[in-house]
């Protein structure tokens, strides 16, 4: 008897030893690239809540959420696909997809991950659910026996992903809205390596950078038989060739206000671009070599950061000045930021101080320094209701 | 030791009767205004999960969400301000705050919710956690003896809270940055009568429509030195009186790609206003006077409904083409619509239907029909991540 009641208590405890009920709407997972582990963090309470190890190799990672809040994507350099959840702090399913990868994106309606692939170059769909794979689209050019790494992956709205294959200078857009019959429209000649993509806020451009010459391949999706054209033709390595010390990510241009915001190659320059004509409105001086460029929720403000050697200061543009009118110094080498979903905090990943800093954006204080091992990416779960994270 | 094996099972079943874990990304509330309910429901299931009873009056009832999206405070027309869990299904607190109340707003930090009241009139500021009351701010004018009506009450980025005093022709911005001493800016003689406000996605313009006269107050909270002033002079009842079944809700108007799409007040119309000049652009016929005009989260679409006798149905403008393109016949007495919210599907109250018909934006397919109790406003826990809800 008293070992049956032994039983009903460590039932008990087991039954009962479930975390807490709580919302997801504030939470957030950061990347810890050395020790291939992330942290889940609370950007309420600005704590880190638990931390979750064996996530592979972790450099260049990101992080796409299910549609609950509840589940992150993670997506790691050695083709891992990890799926963490965030309530009960550990891994649901881990899968080795492919054998070098560069990142994902979450369909629309949230039933579909997808991640990008170098080696063998192309796109992998899985069902967000299972993580069992519904479709293999190899990234093929040419005599159909080559394929091309895919970089630049977006979600767009109606179930498609948007991405760009570097080898062949395509830009692929495959609709998945039968997720195990893909259906994919390819433009063909849009500019020499595509090194990145990105889709504006709205959904509706997406942008290639090209490494091979200068310029940006823009296909407007709500028009897509006008095919791709290239813009900015000027924005590149130029003509006076620049040391640049690391190619910035498109998907930290920020778009607010009818002006994108990206970063002027090699140069220590933020380009103002007019999104109704893509062509460039203006320069802003920075510290640096922009590296991230990255729109404060309400666009009001402009958060960059910088390639070594500049790359322990942050600085911020007040889009109405159209000028810089904060440096921060968060910390040595600064590889992420990450705004609170209305705007009101930033969090900044210092890697080799081995912490997160949060700043109030409206007075600049410093509010708090999180623990993290070599932190690098910063990803909210808020980003599970925007278009094109 | 048998009773002692019972208690054990007791509390096993009491301590594990707990709501299982979820996230709170896709969950949402109905407003069921004849029974003074609630109806929980799950957007990536199209389901009604739960229903919660004992709201009191909700006749215009609207809602706002907690950062964390775990709770809903419903604002009802009694005065009422109910803290609903939406994980355990059940009222967390409710107070009566005021006699009769028009809606209400949250900080940009989820801290401090606010309700606007017609009586006594002004605006409450409670704690969002224990709904304590921080801060009450009486909407007095002229002699200081009289108090107005608020109406249009939004918050806006720097935890400010923007509102209009109809009786007044006056519009207040609170600054709760410290929540106990509120410091208030005041626009005077802003026009007559105003009776709505809203700010735009990005926090940056405040407006209110007048009733007293033609036109529409703009305040550029960016630029504050400026002071308020008048556009789109003949917006308003105009020269030839028409008959308005309902006065429409500026909170419905949309802005997208530049443009703002407003409802013509009294005509079978949808106004075009470019947001850089705020000068009338086009008119778009549609099939009755317009309700809400809302945009789907890319812009693509402008979905409107329509008053009485017209209020059974619901049209869908392409904003590229600019004209009507769908016209759809949810039910009875269309109240509402909500996006979900990367906008792949619409959900639609059909009052008199009793029942709320969910449609895929891009087929236009009928995807769900759910039970509900004559239900009206609409409201999904992603408006937590928004500024200006």
Redesign the interface.
């Known amino acids: ?2 070992s ?2 032994a039983v ?2 460590a ?2 405890l087991t ?2 030893a ?2 807490a ?7 957030g997972i950061v990347i810890e690239r050395a020790s291939g582990s992330v942290a889940i963090v609370d950007n ?1 309470a600005r704590a880190v809540l638990a931390r979750v190890e064996g996530l592979g190799d972790l450099s260049h990672a990101s992080v796409v ?7 992150g994507y993670v997506f790691g350099r050695d083709g891992g696909l990890t799926k963490v959840d ?3 702090r550990r891994i649901t399913k881990r899968i080795i997809q492919a054998g070098n990868s560069i990142g994902g994106a979450i369909s ?3 039933r579909l991950v997808a991640a990008q692939n170098y080696q063998p170059g192309g796109v992998k769909v899985f069902d967000a659910q299972t993580l069992e794979l519904l479709a293999d689209i190899p990234a093929t050019f040419g005599d159909g026996k080559q394929t091309s790494k895919v970089v630049g992956l977006a979600d767009v ?3 498609k992903f948007a991405y760009a294959l570097f080898d062949a200078g395509e830009i692929w857009v495959a609709d998945l809205s039968q997720p195990r019959e893909p259906k994919v429209t390819k433009y063909r000649n849009i500019g020499s390596q595509p090194y990145d993509g990105l889709v504006t806020p ?3 451009h997406y942008m290639a950078g090209l490494f091979g010459e200068d310029g940006v391949a823009l296909i407007d999706l ?2 897509p038989e006008q095919g791709a054209k290239k813009i900015l033709a000027n924005y590149g390595k130029g003509a006076e060739k620049l040391p640049v010390f690391k190619m910035p990510h498109l998907r930290g241009w920020a778009v ?3 002006r994108a915001y990206l970063p002027a190659i090699g140069r220590h320059e933020v380009l103002v671009v007019d999104t ?1 004509t893509w062509q460039e409105v203006g320069r802003i001086p920075v510290k640096g070599q922009p590296v991230f460029v990255m729109a404060r ?4 403000q402009i958060w960059v950061n910088f390639a070594f050697p500049d790359y322990s200061h942050v600085q911020v543009i007040d889009t ?1 000045e159209q000028k810089v009118v904060q440096t921060l110094a968060p910390g040595k080498a600064v590889l992420h930021m990450e705004f609170t ?4 905090n930033v969090w900044i990943s210092a890697r080799d101080d081995n912490r997160v800093v949060v700043f109030d954006t ?1 007075s600049f204080a410093r509010l708090a320094e999180l623990p993290a091992q070599n932190p690098s990416g910063i990803f909210f ?2 980003r ?4 094109g994270f």
Chains 1, 2 share one sequence.
């Open positions: 008897m008293k049956l009641l009903a208590f039932l008990l039954a009962c479930s975390p009920l709580r919302g997801t709407g504030d939470l309420s959420f299910s549609r609950d809040g509840r589940y965030l309530l009960e629309q309606d949230g709205p109606g179930n709205d959904g509706r709500w028009k607010a206000g009818g109704a929720p309400d666009g009001r109405l979903p209305r705007g009101d409206a779960t808020s599970a209701a925007r278009i």
